[in-house]
Structures are given as structure tokens and as C-alpha cells.
């Protein structure tokens, strides 16, 4: 199931019912921030979509959650017929990062591509790269970055939300705790390498926040979403200011 070296745990084959003991086998941490190893697309499958920091019990929200819709289908691993499947979790790093192929029930194939890092320099960031290479399909297609809540996402009252053009952010309490913390995230979106300069649809919902951009694609061509998240929360930070030391850490100013 799993191949354990010194440096890499690796997986090599697709197990769809293996895929929860799977997930939390590959959990992953700087110190600060701890994530299982949950798909970055939906998946309507059962799984464990975690991410805990450092001194807070239960699970914040879905750092990494990415959606990739065509026309009028969406991807799911659950749905799609999935080959070449391979994850990778580096210990040293810590990166994982995971490929396969997939075809919707369409016919329509995608090669996909994700490496998500925790930094170990600034253990408040964590980078998603995440990539999308049509194989067959010609059409729009559709790519969102998101902070979305997760597993425990009642037990987090929203205290703010903000979603600006460039960066947006979530400012949360736990309840009944008197904890806070404020989730910031930036993008970019690349097309075969060369960065869009695009205005994209904000997404503001009661437990989603983020953006979508949309692209036509034909054979060939790949989209390259570049995530970046900061997580600052009051037992490190004063309350007063969680925002703007999340948009700090973010940002690096």
C-alpha cells in the first residue's frame, strides 16, 4: 500500500477504499501547522480533510481546497476513472506532492499535477502548486481557489471576512473558546506559463471565500495555480491585530 524509505513515504497505486487510513498515515507538519493528506479537489468520497495548529484541538479550515470544473462536469476521483496515480510525502521538506490521470464519465481526460508545502522559514505560510494539462478536452474550464470550511467548520464562528482583488482573508473564533485566528490567502494563475492578468469572480459565502477564473483550453495546454495561505492565531498574536499580522506573514512585509 505504502513504500516507506528513509526520506519519502510513496504511494503508487489508486485505492479509493484505502483512501482515509491513507490520509492520515500521510499527515504531514512544520511544527505549527499539521495537515493530512486530503485531495486538494472535491472528492465526494469519505475522507478527513484536516488542517491543526499548534495548540488548538480541533481541525481550522481547509487551507488547501482547490475546485476544478469544465463545462458542466466537475473533477472528482471519486466519479472519474483515475490511472497513473502516485503521492509522495517528503519528510524533510515537508512536501507532498501527488499526479495521476483522470477521465470524467465524459470522456474527458486531465493530467494533474500538486505539490503542497509547508515552510519550515516561516512556519505560518503554506504553498499549493497546483497544475491542470488538458489531454483530450477542448472547452472551458474553470479554476478556484478557495478557503473552505473543514471537518469542524461549526465549531469556528466568523468573525470577518474580506476579499479583496489581490488577497483575501477569514477572521474566525473557536466557540465556546476564547480563541481566535485569521486565514489569509494570495494566488496567481498561469496558462502554459505565462501569468494571467485577469480579474477574477470573488466568491464570498458563509463558509467559503475565494476566487474562480475561467479559461478555454485545448489539448496541451496547462493552467498553473500558485496558492499561498498565512494562519496567525491569539495565542501567538494579539486579537486586535490578527489580520494584519496575517497579511504580513503572507506578504513579507
Not at 465524459?106 to 494533474?112: I, N, Y
Request: with cysteine; proline share 3%; glycine share 4%.
Amino acid at each position: 500500500m505504502l513504500q516507506y524509505n528513509t526520506w519519502t513515504i510513496e504511494q503508487n497505486e489508486w485505492l479509493p477504499t484505502q483512501e482515509m487510513a491513507i490520509e492520515q498515515q500521510l499527515t504531514f507538519s512544520n511544527d505549527y501547522l499539521c495537515q493530512t493528506a486530503h485531495f486538494e479537489e472535491h472528492y465526494s468520497a469519505p475522507n478527513r480533510l484536516c488542517t491543526y495548529i499548534k495548540g488548538i484541538d480541533t481541525s481550522i479550515l481547509n487551507l488547501s481546497a482547490i475546485s476544478v470544473r469544465l463545462e458542466d462536469e466537475r473533477l472528482d476521483l471519486h466519479d472519474w476513472h483515475v490511472e497513473q496515480f502516485y503521492r509522495c510525502l517528503h519528510k524533510n521538506k515537508p512536501i507532498l506532492e501527488r499526479h495521476f490521470v483522470a477521465t470524467s464519465p465524459k470522456g474527458h481526460t486531465l493530467k494533474v499535477r500538486a505539490e503542497r508545502q509547508l515552510m519550515m522559514d516561516a512556519k505560518n505560510l503554506m504553498q499549493l502548486v497546483y497544475e491542470v494539462r488538458s489531454v483530450n478536452y477542448t472547452g472551458p474550464i474553470t479554476l478556484l481557489s478557495l478557503l473552505s470550511g473543514g471537518e469542524d467548520a461549526d465549531q469556528w464562528y466568523s468573525l470577518m471576512n474580506h476579499v479583496g482583488d489581490d488577497l483575501c482573508w477569514r477572521w474566525m473564533q473557536l466557540q465556546p473558546m476564547n480563541i481566535q485566528l485569521c486565514c489569509a490567502m494570495s494566488y496567481q494563475l498561469k496558462k502554459n506559463d505565462k501569468l494571467l492578468v485577469q480579474r477574477p469572480i470573488k466568491i464570498e459565502k458563509q463558509d467559503v471565500i475565494g476566487y474562480s477564473i475561467a479559461q478555454r483550453i485545448k489539448p496541451g495546454d496547462k493552467l498553473t495555480l500558485c496558492k499561498k495561505v498565512a494562519v496567525v492565531d491569539s495565542n501567538d498574536y494579539a486579537k486586535d491585530h490578527l489580520i494584519d499580522h496575517a497579511i504580513r506573514c503572507l506578504t513579507n512585509l
